[in-house]
Each structure stands twice: as structure tokens, then as C-alpha cells.
């Protein structure tokens, strides 16, 4: 068995230290004996809807932002909607789920989205919404907390076919006054959640592995148990952190 | 509204200046003597609150002006290299020495100390404030790496916020600033003219032996601040400082005006290098580890120059300063020693990696070093850790026999380390500083390196001074 993992923009979008998710989903593959092929796909590239099971795209600067949403759309928007609707993972983090929506306001523009999700971003008065969070979510099928930090503009609003990932438990969510976080639908994750996500939050890495490898295989995979000791003590510390 | 007038408006209303002066610096007395600390930033919050000026009152009565000094990285040190240099010519600056440098802490050293001239290093976002307060004689800017995002936002903002502070800067104000962080060097652009702005002088690295073998995850400047097109790199010395083009627009890094053209690390013991100054070459003996320390003395060797000073002085004067600094870096404790070394952002982190690699190398480490890592998350650290997935900690990957994880996000410090490749049997975790660092006393063979961030540096400094093994730092 093979996770194959698609970066989108490991250049630009990497901003809260993106590459620690990608490490976390190697190793735990490595010590489990799975194989792990990793690749990248910048401005201008394509994007082969059936060469890879995990596409994951991290946040960025705004003038980064604004490049990879013009590309996005341009020159790999179809692949990747054909990957997910064919049963691929997609995780987006923080400027990559904002990206995943109809469109993505920074400044005076209105930048055009992925239209993934029925989702849109706009600007609003008031502080940026910063701080450590907590989320409940039944992604797993039971209900499961996601705990770490969010630090964006945006805010984050949908339309009737959309479904959050989760509900605040303690922090801002999309938008700060509805109590939603991130957005779910099939395989495709998108959350305000930003950088080593998947490092405070082990079970989600081994969720995605799951899904990655069950679009690859046919089959839904028993992941061998790893000691995680430390994993469950970095998962407790970002609760914490979040006051949950 | 004019900031140098020294009297004027604010004289107008009751108390007078003078009064609130006394009363701030009072405070500051009653507060070192009952011990709780807080000395360094107490009076000049009393002081700005009485009279939001009052920067910009008592900076007017400098009568040789004042240097602000920024960074994201080294600018404690930088300003600690150019109070020596000063001091050593006779010319001791009004400094806030102790690193408290937002503006009550600017405050505070002008509102307590005499002197002829200031040096203030400040901090990144407060450096507009202060510089239109200060009116400086000379800013000298080191660097801009990503660090505290929830804190200082991007650093593409941050450059911008920056480069209206230089434009709105008097005519006469120097600069002296890095020409290979395109982020800096940008700065001394005047747009209009797209000439080098007056009075500007660069300074950097041209030994291309200390280039990185490739560029780090922590790669931060990418755009041309000229047109938005890539950079291209001939090479990078730390995190995005380097020698640059733009293959769009056709934008240089400058030539730097002094320039490190020769340098030999040596581990923790320091470094040395040849350095090109105009009109001639000073050799430099630097007692600080690492490449990032090269470059802080360039920045503090382009300001005293800037200053005055004789480069064949400012060489004396680093030499001489090789005490001080090593006092601070390198404390007995049990039957070993501790070496200390701030990290706090993926490029200074990278750069402290780099020197452990070197020694690690070296016959003392090749068992293995020992270290003790404390990763805070308090507001002066920056409430997200998420950086810690950004450094290279892979670089130690095998050359560690112990380490020591404490600080209110232990945990997950010690997961980093697990993923980068340390082996699970040599992380111990233990939250409580003073816990922590008697487990790696106890644990170690001898020396052992400290790599803790803001905040657990001060908790270290305090713990180790209560021991009666270090000077409480605002002394």
C-alpha cells in the first residue's frame, strides 16, 4: 500500500508551517510500513486527478493568496473537483479553505474560489480572530474534538448546501458569530485550523490516511495502533491551551 | 503636530513635565525596592500615561540624537555591540539594555539614565511609533523573518509599515541596513528616484563558503519588492538572506558597503572575519556563536562607522566585549555548565541548530550533546507554536544523547523532536522549568545547552539567579 499526497502550492502556501502536516502523514505511514510518495504542484502546473488520494493545500500571505487563487482556478480547478467527487481526500488549511469557496474578498477585490464548497469569505470590520480553538466534530463518526490556532481576516460564511466540520467549543470559528468551523462535505475537509493540524490532532491523520488509501484500494484499511503517547499528550496541550 | 519641541503644549496644562517625570521615576524606585521586579518597563508606562510625548521630549534633549535599532532577529545583541562600541570611545549611550523595547521600555531608559546620545533597540511593530516620536539620527535594520504571526501579522505588511517610518524619517537621517535580506535592503530605495537613498550604508556577507547547502523550509522573502517577480538566488547565508536578483525587473541586492568577506565559525567559542569597510579591512574576534552573530556585528560595525567611530576602534572594541557576552551565555550549574541560546522563531532556531551541529562535531560533543528545550506559549512568545514545525530540528537528528523538553507546550515540543527523527527513548518531558532543568543537571554529562524561548528565558535567568548562579537580569 502506497498514501500518495499532493501538495498544492508548497511554495506559497505554507505560511504557519504547512510541512509539518505533511511530515506527521509520512512517519506515521513510514512506522507502519505503508509507502508515502509526496509531491508538489506550483503556479502553472497540472494536476492528474487520479495520481494521488490526499491533495492538501496550507495558507498563505495575501500577495501569495492572490497568485495561487488566479492559478487555482485557472489551471487546476476541474482536476481537483474530478478528484474529490471520484472519492479523493482534500484537506484545506486556513488561505487554502477560504480559497475552496465561490469567492475569497481581500481588500477591494473579490477573487473567484475553487467553488468546492457553497461557501464565501469576505472582509468585515473588527480585529483579525486569533487564539487557540477547540471544535467538536462527528467526522470520525463519533464525536471528537480538534483542537489548535486560527489567524485570519476573513470571514467565513455559507450557502444552504454547505455543512460545517464542527461546532466552537472555545475560539472564533468561520466567521465569529455563528459558532461554525470549517466546512465537510464527502472527503473534502476545509477548516480555519492552520499549519501542524494534523500533529495536535493524530486521529485525523490517521482518518485521512483511511480515506486516502480506501479511494486507492477499494477498501477501508485497519491502521496498525502506533504507541502515541505523545501524540495524546500534544492532542491534551492544545485542548488545554484552548481551555477545553 | 511637531515632536521635537521640547516645550510648548504639553507645558500648558498642569502637572508640568517635570513633575511627571519625578512621579514616573518614583514609582520605578518603590517598585526595584520591594523586589517584584518590572523595573525596566513600570516608570516609563507611568511615564507615558501622564504624558504621551513624553519619548519625543525627553529624546529632544539628547543633544548627539539617537539610534534605533530593529530586527526581528539579534537586535538585543546588535545594540548590546554598539553600547560597547560607544562606550569604549567615551560616548556610554542612554540604551535600554535589559531588552525591554516597546515604548515604555524606551521610556523608562531616557526617563532614568544620562547621557549624551540614545540607542534604543525596538520592536518590529513598535518602531514606526518610535522612530516618529525619536526622530533618529540613524536606524539601523537587520532583518524580517516570519516570527509571532498572531502578534505581528505578515511580513510583507510588516516591510511596508516599515518603509513609511524610513519616508517619513527627516532628510538627514542614516541608515544602515542589510543588503541581503531583499526585505531590508528594499528600504534604502528611494522610490522616486530609484537611487540609494542619501546617507544610506549597507552592510553583508560576500563569503560564499557559508552558504546553506539549499534553501530552508523557512524561506520568507520570495517577491521582488520592486515589480512582485520571484527572486532568483545565487545563494543563502541564513533563512532568506543572501545574495539576489530579480530575473523580471532587474533589481540587485546592493554591494554592501561592509561586508564580511572572510568568516571561520567555531562553534560556541565564536567566530572570526575579515570585514571590508570603506577604505580599507578591520579583522573581527567575535565571542557569539554563529552566523547570526556575523551578522549583527556587521549591522553594529555599519552604525558605529555611521557614528563616527574609527573602524580600527570598533574592531578593539569587539574584541574587548568577548567577556561581558560570555558571562551571559555560559553558567556553571551542579558539576557542569549551561550554555543558554533564545529561540523563538523558525530562522533563529535554524541558525542555534547550525551552531549545535558544529558542536556536536567537536570531540566534547561527539557523545552525543544534552539539551534542554523550553517552549512557551505566552503573549511575548507568540500564542501559536505552530512554528516549531518550520525549524530544522532534523538537523540534530542523531546527535543528541538526551534531551529535556519543558515550558507550558512541552509536549508538544517533544512530538516535534519525535517527528524530526530523536530517538523516543532520549525525550523526556517535564513542564515545570525548575523541574525540567534539575532533570537535565541530573541527567547530563557535563555541559548542556538551553534552548528556551522568550519567557523561558526570563523564568530561566530568574530561576538561575534565585540559585545565586547569574545577575537577575535588570541589574
Known amino acids: 500500500m502506497e498514501l500518495r499526497v499532493l501538495s498544492l502550492y508548497p511554495e506559497q502556501m505554507n505560511i504557519y508551517a504547512d510541512r509539518g502536516n505533511i511530515l506527521f502523514l509520512q512517519r506515521r505511514c513510514e512506522w507502519r510500513g505503508i509507502g508515502f510518495a509526496w509531491q508538489g504542484a506550483g503556479p502553472g502546473e497540472s494536476v492528474d486527478p487520479g495520481e494521488h488520494d490526499l491533495f492538501y493545500v496550507g495558507g498563505g500571505q495575501d500577495r501569495d493568496q492572490r497568485v495561487v487563487a488566479a492559478d487555482m482556478v485557472e489551471t487546476k480547478r476541474a482536476a481537483l473537483a474530478a478528484a474529490v467527487a471520484d472519492g479523493a481526500a482534500l484537506l484545506a488549511v486556513c488561505g487554502g479553505y477560504q480559497l475552496l469557496g465561490e469567492s475569497y474578498q481581500l481588500g477591494a477585490e473579490t477573487l473567484p474560489g475553487l467553488g468546492l464548497a457553497d461557501l464565501r469569505t469576505i472582509r468585515e470590520e473588527g480585529p483579525r480572530l486569533i487564539g487557540n480553538v477547540a471544535i467538536e466534530t462527528e467526522l470520525d463518526g463519533e464525536p471528537r474534538v480538534l483542537a489548535g490556532f486560527e489567524n485570519h481576516g476573513g470571514r467565513t460564511y455559507f450557502g444552504p448546501a454547505a455543512r460545517p466540520l464542527g461546532r466552537v467549543v472555545k475560539g472564533h470559528g468561520n466567521n465569529g458569530t455563528d459558532g461554525l468551523e470549517g466546512v465537510w462535505r464527502d472527503n473534502l475537509i476545509g477548516t480555519y485550523l492552520h499549519g501542524p493540524l494534523l500533529p495536535k490532532n493524530a486521529w485525523l491523520a490517521d482518518h485521512l490516511i483511511k480515506l486516502a488509501l480506501e479511494r486507492r484500494y477499494g477498501r477501508r484499511p485497519d491502521l496498525e495502533p502506533l504507541p502515541d503517547e505523545l501524540e495524546r499528550a500534544a492532542h491534551a496541550s492544545a485542548r488545554a491551551a484552548a481551555g477545553v | 503636530m511637531s515632536v521635537t519641541v521640547a516645550s510648548g503644549r504639553a507645558d500648558r496644562g498642569a502637572p508640568a513635565f517635570g513633575a511627571k517625570r519625578a512621579l514616573a521615576r518614583a514609582i520605578g524606585a518603590a517598585s526595584r525596592r520591594s523586589g517584584r521586579g518590572g523595573g525596566t518597563t513600570l516608570p516609563g508606562r507611568v511615564l507615558l500615561r501622564l504624558e504621551p510625548e513624553a519619548i519625543a521630549r525627553l529624546g529632544a534633549g539628547l543633544a548627539g540624537g539617537s539610534t534605533i535599532v530593529s530586527a526581528t532577529n539579534g537586535k538585543t545583541t546588535t545594540a548590546g555591540m554598539i553600547a560597547a562600541i560607544l562606550a569604549a570611545e567615551g560616548r556610554p549611550p542612554v540604551h535600554n539594555r535589559a531588552g525591554s523595547n516597546m515604548t515604555w521600555g ?96 549597507y552592510f553583508g556577507i ?131 555548565k549551561v550554555s ?8 533563529g532556531a535554524n ?43 532534523e538537523v540534530l537528528t542523531g546527535a543528541v544523547r538526551r534531551v529535556t523538553c519543558a515550558g507550558t507546550r512541552a509536549p508538544e515540543m517533544a512530538l516535534r523532536l519525535k517527528y524530526a527523527g530523536w530517538p523516543e527513548d532520549r525525550i523526556a518531558v517535564e513542564p515545570d522549568i525548575a523541574a525540567s532543568l534539575d532533570a537535565a543537571v541530573a541527567g547530563a554529562a557535563g555541559r548542556f545547552f538551553a534552548l528556551p524561548t522568550y519567557t523561558a528565558l526570563l523564568e530561566l535567568r530568574k530561576l538561575l539567579a534565585d540559585r545565586g548562579l547569574a545577575k537577575e537580569f535588570w541589574q
Not at chain 2, 520571484?230 to 539576489?244: D, K, S
Not at chain 2, 543558554?340 to 530562522?347: D, G, T, V, Y
Not at chain 2, 549545535?356 to 550533546?369: D, N, P, V
Request: glycine share 8%; net charge negative; proline share 6%.
Open chain 2, 340 to 347: 543558554i541560546l533564545l529561540i523563538k522563531n523558525p530562522a
Open chain 2, 206 to 336: 560576500d563569503d560564499h563558503s557559508q552558504a546553506l547547502p539549499e534553501l530552508q523550509h523557512a524561506f520568507d522573502a520570495k517577491h521582488c519588492r520592486r515589480c512582485g517577480h520571484p527572486y532568483a538566488y545565487e545563494v543563502a547565508f541564513v533563512g532568506h538572506l543572501g545574495h539576489y536578483s530579480c530575473p523580471n525587473c532587474g533589481a540587485q541586492r546592493p554591494r554592501p558597503d561592509v561586508a564580511a568577506t572572510r568568516i571561520e565559525l567555531r562553534g560556541m567559542e565564536g567566530s572570526s572575519a575579515t570585514v571590508r569597510v570603506p577604505g580599507g579591512e578591520i579583522e573581527v574576534a567575535l565571542p557569539l556563536p554563529g552566523l547570526y552573530n556575523v551578522y549583527n556585528a556587521l549591522a553594529a560595525i555599519a552604525a558605529a562607522i555611521k557614528l563616527g567611530v574609527a573602524p580600527e576602534r570598533v574592531a578593539a572594541a569587539l574584541r574587548d566585549m568577548r567577556a561581558a557576552f560570555g558571562r551571559v551565555e555560559t553558567i556553571p550549574i551542579g558539576a557542569g
Open chain 2, 106 to 201: 524606551v521610556a523608562t531608559a531616557l526617563l532614568e539614565q544620562r547621557g549624551a546620545e540614545g540607542l534604543f533597540e525596538v520592536d518590529e511593530a513598535w518602531l514606526p511609533r518610535v522612530a516618529q516620536q525619536l526622530q533618529p539620527r540613524l536606524i539601523v535594520l537587520g532583518n524580517l523573518f516570519r516570527d509571532q504571526l498572531d502578534r505581528y501579522g505578515e511580513m510583507e505588511a510588516l516591510a511596508e509599515e516599515w518603509a513609511k517610518a524610513v519616508a517619513a524619517a527627516p532628510a538627514g537621517t542614516g541608515l544602515a541596513l542589510n543588503a541581503d535580506d531583499p526585505l531590508i535592503a528594499d528600504l534604502g530605495r528611494d522610490p522616486a528616484t530609484e537611487r540609494p537613498r542619501e546617507g544610506t550604508l
Open chain 2, 351 to 393: 541558525e542555534v541548530l547550525r551552531t549545535l551541529k558544529l558542536e556536536a562535531e567537536r570531540g566534547e560533543g561527539a557523545a552525543g550533546i544534552d539539551l534542554w528545550v523550553a517552549l512557551n506559549d505566552r503573549i511575548a512568545d507568540g500564542r501559536d507554536v505552530s512554528w516549531v514545525w518550520d525549524a530544522d530540528f
